[in-house]
């Protein structure tokens, strides 16, 4: 199975940094890219970019089906490593920086900050919905160190008010580390170490668990009672098509997932999973995929 082309940024941007990028909850590719911007060196893996000071201004690029506008966010002092779009013309930023524990940020429509808030350390995944709903996923270092991350999954409202946290029934392993995250209006997907359930936890309160026979995916695309799961069983190219029923997942048929021309899938940055959509990109920020269910 071949991915498809979702979007691909501006020539004209060519040649700035982009600090992070995602695709939202209307299926638009957002990038941010601060004009004064370096590469930093890292220990380990590629450089990093970072504003040369603080506060910066950052520019938003939003690409929507082809149609591309602009959105400049003032005033800001967060390294931002995840970003989202909100109801209303806003946006939620995570990141690090001089705001200290206030890691996440709302901007409104004028690209003004409107509030700051604390949102725990390790974020993993930072998604949005339609519904004014947020949700924040984590990793190990935050889960046992951090009281807002240990539950692993919160959810927010749209205005940075934490509503909910995930409480493992009585007999089931508590998250650890979510490795693969999916959002749609209302309700949230995850699947996480060290069981690897897949987890379903709607904002009215319902909350599900399925056993899977998938270990360690990347990501999922999930609609109605299909379930595609991407990665895992240390095979990352590897695509699962699985059908749920009430207690646990059942695996369909298994498929090898390629670049639009064919070519082998060898690496990608954390999928991005939107319903019955799975967005993707590989090293480069500035070209998205998609496939879906």
């Known amino acids: 199975m071949a991915l498809r082309p979702h979007a691909l940024l501006p020539r004209q941007y060519d040649h700035q940094k ?12 957002l990038w941010m890219i601060c004009p004064d911007a370096e590469l930093r060196p890292r220990s380990y893996g590629r450089p990093y970019p970072q504003p040369r000071t603080r506060p910066y201004d950052a520019l938003l690029v939003i690409d929507s089906g082809g149609a591309v506008q602009e959105q400049w966010l003032h005033d800001m002092n967060l390294r931002v490593t995840h970003l989202d779009a909100l109801p209303n013309d806003r946006f939620v930023l995570q990141g690090h920086g001089a705001a200290g524990d206030q890691n996440a940020q709302i901007y409104g429509r004028d690209g003004r900050r409107r509030r700051s808030f604390v949102m725990g350390h390790a974020v993993e995944y930072l998604m949005a919905d339609r519904r004014h709903h947020v949700w924040s996923a984590y990793f190990d270092e935050g889960v046992y160190s951090d009281p807002i991350s240990a539950d692993g999954l919160v959810r927010w409202d749209s205005g940075g008010n934490r509503q909910w946290g995930y409480r493992p029934p009585e007999g089931i392993e508590y998250i650890d580390t979510v490795y693969a995250f999916n959002v749609d209006d209302g309700v949230a997907w995850a699947n996480y170490y060290p069981t690897f359930p897949l987890l379903e936890a709607r904002t009215n309160g319902e909350i599900r668990l399925r056993k899977s026979p998938v270990v360690a995916p990347a990501g999922m695309a999930v609609h109605g009672e299909q379930v595609i799961m991407l990665g895992g069983c240390r095979q990352p190219d590897r695509l699962h098509r699985c059908r749920m029923t009430e207690h646990e997942v059942l695996l369909v048929e298994e498929a ?13 940055a954390h999928p991005v999973g939107r319903g019955r959509h799975l967005y993707l990109r590989g090293a480069s920020p500035r070209q998205w995929y998609v496939m879906g269910v």
Do not use: E, I, M
């Open 256 to 268: 090898c997932l390629t670049l639009p021309n064919g070519a082998p899938l060898r690496g990608y």
């Open 18 to 29: 982009v600090l992070a990028t995602t695709v939202d909850a209307w299926g638009r590719a």
